[in-house]
């Protein structure tokens, strides 16, 4: 018997070494990764000094888990920044100083993974030729940002899919043909969001909600649709909760 629970406790031990090992080995892989306007562009940029000059390449060199953060500038986009992994990218100092720019020629944003996270932007200049103009989100949040002077023939600022979220941002000023602010397609969520002087040429000034998708505990004003929904236009479904709507014209 004392042989057996010696083997039982030494088994346990192992056990528990192994765990140990296994945790502190993903904790060691998380990395963080830098990109600033400054940086020597050297990869794997995992220093202000070696940091990446442009927001993709230290997705690119990124692996799930890992941050991603962003010095102050205006980093204008040949094509969308893909956050297609599980990384948070986020700025040192808010959306107030750092601007993902589409040249209005390119959609700024693509998000579509279910852990990735990005905050703290002003996405503006973009321009999508069906769907979302500053921001397409497939899956993944975007929060504390901005969603400024985009436009797209759906979803100006920002259309939104399955997953998808949009948390505490402002989403101004944005146009398009349907959903000047944002097309929500079949799933997605905005919550504590400002929604307002969007515009479109026919239905949804502020939002349009095709087949699904929520807006939550927002404000929803001065938005402008010519023909239906100043404020939100809802096509087979779509749920508005808890929100503020005024001074809209449709």
């Known amino acids: 018997m004392q042989a057996t629970e010696r083997s039982r406790r030494i088994i346990e031990t192992i056990l528990i070494a192994y765990a140990v090992i296994a945790w502190c080995s993903s904790s060691a892989l998380a990395?963080?990764?830098?990109?600033?306007?400054g940086g020597s562009h050297t990869p794997p940029y995992t220093s202000w000094a070696t940091a990446a000059t442009n927001i993709g390449d230290a997705i690119v060199a990124a692996v799930a888990g890992d941050d991603i953060l962003v010095a102050d500038g205006t980093y204008r986009v040949s094509s969308?920044?893909?956050?297609?992994?599980?990384?948070?990218?986020?700025?040192?100092?808010?959306?107030?100083?750092?601007?993902?720019?589409?040249?209005?020629?390119?959609?700024?944003?693509?998000?579509?993974?279910?852990?990735?996270?990005v905050s703290g932007f002003t996405i503006t200049n973009g321009s999508g030729t069906s769907s979302g103009g500053g921001v397409y989100i497939n899956n993944g949040v975007l929060r504390d940002s901005v969603i400024?002077?985009?436009?797209?023939?759906?979803?100006?600022?920002?259309?939104?899919?399955?997953?998808?979220?949009?948390?505490?941002?402002?989403?101004?000023?944005?146009?398009?043909?349907?959903?000047?602010?944002?097309?929500?397609?079949?799933?997605?969520?905005?919550?504590?969001?400002?929604?307002?002087?969007?515009?479109?040429?026919?239905?949804g000034g502020g939002a349009y909600?095709?087949?699904?998708?929520?807006?939550?505990?927002?404000?929803?004003?001065?938005?402008?649709?010519?023909?239906?929904?100043?404020?939100?236009?809802?096509?087979?479904?779509?749920?508005?909760?808890?929100?503020?709507?005024?001074?809209n014209t449709g």
Request: hydrophobic share 35%; charged share 10%.
């Open 31 to 37: 990395v963080t990764r830098y990109v600033s306007p």
């Open 80 to 117: 969308a920044v893909a956050v297609n992994k599980g990384v948070t990218v986020t700025s040192v100092n808010g959306p107030g100083a750092t601007l993902i720019d589409g040249r209005g020629l390119n959609v700024c944003l693509s998000i579509t993974h279910a852990d990735a996270v």
């Open 148 to 203: 400024t002077r985009n436009t797209a023939s759906s979803g100006g600022g920002v259309y939104l899919q399955n997953n998808g979220w949009v948390i505490n941002c402002d989403i101004v000023a944005n146009s398009g043909g349907s959903g000047g602010g944002a097309f929500l397609d079949g799933g997605g969520t905005i919550s504590n969001t400002v929604i307002r002087d969007n515009s479109v040429s026919t239905h």
């Open 209 to 247: 909600l095709m087949s699904g998708g929520l807006i939550a505990n927002s404000v929803l004003t001065g938005n402008t649709a010519l023909n239906d929904g100043g404020a939100v236009n809802f096509n087979n479904g779509g749920l508005v909760l808890k929100c503020r709507i005024a001074g």
